[in-house]
């Protein structure tokens, strides 16, 4: 089958549902505050508990990805992303979810062939990056202070 760009350009368009930005955009922004709303509700809790700082965030975080796994093992996740787009994928929540739903897709074919090796099909590129990250700023950081 031997199509032109144009041809092509125009069945994709033909078959492509309309967006609808004015009512997605807005849904993806009241959802997205929403999960961080409650990320600052955690937090303020947490601190108002007498845990400083630094160590609330990190409770928030793990409680926000518990949440998230939570709710995807659940199929609710699904059904806020459904709604809210982009707005699910932005927070921590949406990376717990990228981890779990594979995880939980491929789950019958086995712990290690299945869950295992498919679990970071989708946050796998991003969690090897912030590694990468993280190892080369912290080279450049610790020359830096070598040489201060």
């Known amino acids: 089958m031997d199509i032109s760009k144009k041809e092509y350009e125009q069945t994709a368009k033909k078959h492509a549902g309309s967006s609808k930005m004015y ?3 807005p849904k993806a922004f009241l ?3 929403l999960i961080c709303c409650i990320g600052e509700g955690l937090l303020n809790m947490y ?3 007498g845990i ?6 990190a409770y928030t975080s793990i409680t926000l990805v518990f949440l998230s796994a ?3 093992g659940l199929g609710l996740y699904e059904r806020i992303a459904k709604h809210g787009g982009a707005g699910t994928l932005v927070p921590i ?3 717990a979810n990228a981890v779990v739903s594979p995880a939980l897709e491929f789950k019958t074919e086995g712990y290690v062939l299945g869950t295992g090796a498919k ?3 989708i946050a796998g590129p991003v969690i090897v990056y912030g590694i990468t990250a993280a ?5 450049i950081y610790y020359i830096y202070g070598l040489c201060a």
Request: aromatic residues 24%; without cysteine; glycine residues 14%.
């Open 23 to 25: 009512i997605t955009v």
């Open 47 to 49: 601190q108002y508990f």
């Open 52 to 57: 400083e700082f630094d160590e609330a965030s």
């Open 31 to 33: 959802i997205g505050g």
């Open 135 to 139: 190892f080369i700023y912290g080279i």
């Open 93 to 95: 929540t949406g990376f």
């Open 70 to 72: 939570l709710l995807t």
């Open 119 to 121: 679990m970071f099909i």
